[in-house]
């Protein structure tokens, strides 16, 4: 059975960094691209990074430079390294395939605040 598990969200101040994962199980990650995505309470829910089946990445205009995108296949995990965070990055973290998504996880919380 194909799962998405988010992992490592956390409460952290403005300007503090953390790293997401999102381990698969049931399906080989680089075979597919890989989305990142957000969502605050009150909010739709939003696109924030994608890798391609290739590599290539692309981002929201909201966090580029801040967050990285990144895939282990050997750990068959997609990160999402997230730096200079501002309090309205705060959300629940989601990722999903981007292509052909499937069933939404619970996601991981990542609280910003003072």
């Known amino acids: 059975q194909v799962q998405l598990v988010e992992s490592g969200g956390d409460s952290v101040q403005p300007g503090g960094s953390l790293r997401l994962g999102c381990a698969g199980s049931?399906?080989?990650?680089?075979?597919?691209?890989v989305g990142w995505y957000r969502q605050a309470p009150g909010t739709e829910r939003e696109l924030v990074a994608v890798?391609?089946?290739?590599?290539?990445?692309n981002y929201a205009d909201s966090v580029k430079g801040r967050f990285t995108i990144s895939r282990d296949s050997a750990e068959n995990t997609v990160w999402l390294q997230m730096s200079s965070l501002r309090p309205k990055d705060t959300a629940v973290y989601y990722c999903?395939?981007?292509?052909?998504?499937?069933?939404w996880g619970q996601g991981t919380q990542v609280t910003v605040s003072s």
């Open positions: 999903n395939l981007y292509s052909y998504p499937g069933k």
């Open positions: 049931g399906i080989f990650l680089d075979r597919y691209a």
């Open positions: 890798i391609t089946i290739g590599g290539a990445t």
